[in-house]
């Protein structure tokens, strides 16, 4: 009897570590196929990403630029005025009225006529919502902005700041919060220094260069201490 019992503990024993065995394999498994399946996500999801910044760009280069080209041929052809402001930051009526002077509006004014009287303006407005939609894409992570700044980076911010007037009219506020094209003004900041701290580190290499070429003109007596010593 007593035999019989060590042998049935013995046997629940074995079976309890075989299951305890087989419990950790399983667990390793499906922690596994978790890990898989996430890289999977990932991958899954940049792909997307990078086809839907593919999408936004063939949609930035084949719809928006000819139609603001088209726009901007009519102004030319007018001989009416452009204006690219620096340091921007609230994209706002108040800060639009701090930057322009009344001999400025009275050049300006032609424009705003000639834009709003031929309809150009509306589709101007067009233009500037499907910026939006794009900006919204790129800032919420839907599609890969660092892709897009490398193709589009200079251009995007280029034509923020040439109509950045209509911008700071369109926009309203309501108890204090900007309606209208938050997402244009938040990627033009971000791609606007990112623009100029690549310009900064270009100048940088530039001088260090010619300091470098004019160095070897010198005669081999002559040190020149180097940048920053």
């Not at 900041?189 to 010198?218: A, C, S, Y």
């Amino acid at each position: 009897m007593f035999s019989f019992a060590t042998s049935t503990d013995a046997t629940i024993t074995t079976f309890a570590n075989i299951a305890q065995i087989v419990i950790a394999i399983f667990s390793a498994f499906i922690f596994w196929q978790i890990l898989i399946a996430k890289k999977d996500t990932r991958l899954r999801s940049k792909r997307e990403a990078g086809l839907l910044t593919f999408q936004l760009l063939l949609k930035y280069s084949d719809q928006i630029l000819p139609q603001l080209g088209q726009i901007e041929s009519k102004l030319k052809s007018e001989s009416l005025a452009e204006w690219k402001p620096q340091n921007l930051t609230h994209f706002s009526k108040q800060e639009l009225d701090k930057m322009i002077d009344r001999e400025f509006v009275s050049d300006l004014l032609p424009s705003l006529n000639y834009l709003n009287n031929t309809g150009a303006f509306a589709k101007l407005a067009q233009v500037i919502n499907s910026m939006e939609a794009i900006a919204n894409c790129f800032l919420n992570g839907i599609a890969d902005e660092s892709i897009a700044f490398s193709s589009i980076g200079s251009t995007f911010c280029d034509i923020v700041e040439r109509y950045y007037f209509v911008l700071c009219v369109s926009r309203d506020k309501t108890q204090g919060v900007f309606k209208y094209y938050n997402n244009i003004v938040a990627l033009y900041k971000m791609w606007h220094d990112r623009l100029q701290n690549k310009e900064g580190w270009n100048q940088i290499e530039i001088l260090q260069h010619e300091i470098e070429t004019k160095k070897t003109k010198l005669p081999p007596d002559i040190n020149v201490p180097p940048i920053g010593a």
